[in-house]
C-alpha cells in the first residue's frame, strides 16, 4: 500500500470524493460498486466489487460445458476484465482488459450475434479473436458482465442449438445471482 499524497474530509452526511485520477486510475464509473474492507482497528479499503468473481468456480464449470458441446472458445467477463476462458490457448486472457466496444455492448444489455462480422475487439489487446455471439449477462436489472462464444477462425458461425446453450447457460447465471 502507497501513499497518493491526497487528503479529503467527509462530509456531514459520512461521503467523501474519489479523486478524479483514482476513479480513472481504477476504472470506477458512476454507479460502480464497491466493497469496504476493515483491516485492524484503523484501516478503511475500498475495492471495485465485482459479482463475477463471486461466480468464478460456476463460470468456468459453465465454460466447460459450452466449450466441450460448441467447440468455441468462451469467455466470461466483467464490465472491465476477463474473469473465466475456456479453449485452446485461452488462459493467458484471464485477467486482461476488455474493450471499450464490449464495455457499451454489456452496458446495452442486447445479445450481439457478430458471426461473420470481424469489427469488434473483445480485448483491448486482441487482433485475432473473433467473436460470435456475445450475451450479456444481467442480474436484479443490473449488467454485470458477459458471456461470449469465439473463435480463431473468421468464417466459423453459431447453429442454433449453440446459440440457444449459451443463452440456457447465461439465463443460468442470471437465476443464481437472484436467488
Not at 461521503?15 to 484503523?42: A, G, M
Not at 468473481?53 to 466483467?78: G, H, P, Q, R, S
Request: one cysteine or more; glycine letters at 2%; aromatic letters at 6%.
Amino acid at each position: 500500500m502507497y501513499s497518493t499524497g491526497i487528503i479529503k474530509k467527509i462530509d456531514n452526511l459520512g461521503r467523501i470524493v474519489l479523486p478524479k485520477e483514482i476513479r480513472r486510475k481504477l476504472k470506477i464509473r458512476e454507479n460502480d460498486e464497491l466493497e469496504i474492507f476493515l483491516d485492524n482497528d484503523e484501516t478503511i479499503l475500498l475495492r471495485k466489487y465485482s459479482t463475477m468473481k463471486d461466480l468464478k468456480k460456476d463460470c468456468l464449470i459453465y465454460a466447460t460445458i459450452l466449450n466441450k458441446e460448441t467447440d468455441f472458445k468462451v469467455m466470461f467477463t466483467d464490465k472491465d476484465k476477463v474473469t473465466v476462458c475456456k479453449g485452446k490457448n485461452t488462459s493467458l486472457f484471464v485477467g486482461e482488459e476488455i474493450s471499450e466496444k464490449l464495455i457499451d455492448i454489456i452496458n446495452k444489455r442486447m445479445i450481439y450475434n457478430v458471426n461473420l462480422a470481424t469489427d469488434i475487439k473483445i480485448l483491448k489487446t486482441d487482433e485475432n479473436l473473433y467473436p460470435k455471439v456475445i450475451v450479456p449477462l444481467i442480474a436484479d436489472s443490473k449488467s454485470i458482465g458477459s458471456v461470449i462464444l469465439f473463435s480463431d477462425d473468421v468464417n466459423k458461425t453459431v447453429k442454433d442449438k449453440e446459440y440457444e446453450l449459451l443463452k440456457f447457460i447465461s439465463s443460468l447465471i442470471a437465476a443464481k445471482l437472484e436467488i
